[in-house]
């Protein structure tokens, strides 16, 4: 957990679960390459099967692939979990009588 104070108000930040590294994957790039290609990835299939299996959520698996520190690409699993919509408390129905007619 990493906190934050500001001059007007506390922030708490909870960081999200460490990285979790792509098994299996390596991202390259193709320094000589013309200017539309970005780089290579590799796959080694019997580590990237397994990783896939053990990451997969309703059949898909979300990859990105980032720049370390030191500039070298690197594969990590997407973790992000969009948070649910508050859904509207439930109303009562509107009566007809309830409604008052503009004419």
Same mark, same amino acid.
């Given at each position: 957990m990493l906190l934050q104070l500001s001059t007007q108000h506390l922030i708490i930040i909870?960081?999200?679960q460490d990285k979790i590294f792509a098994d299996g994957f390596l991202f390259k790039r193709r320094e000589n390459a013309p200017? /539309? @290609?970005i780089g290579n990835i590799s796959v080694k299939v019997d580590e990237a @099967?397994? /990783?896939l299996n053990n990451n997969q959520k309703n059949g898909w698996v979300n990859?990105? @692939?980032l720049n370390s520190k030191g500039g070298k690409p690197y594969i990590e699993l997407d973790t992000f979990v969009p948070k649910k919509k508050d859904t509207a408390p439930n109303q009562?129905?509107?009566k007809e009588s309830d409604v008052s007619l503009p004419f």
């Open positions: 909870i960081m999200s200017d /539309f @290609v @099967v397994s /990783f990859l990105n @692939v009562a129905p509107v």
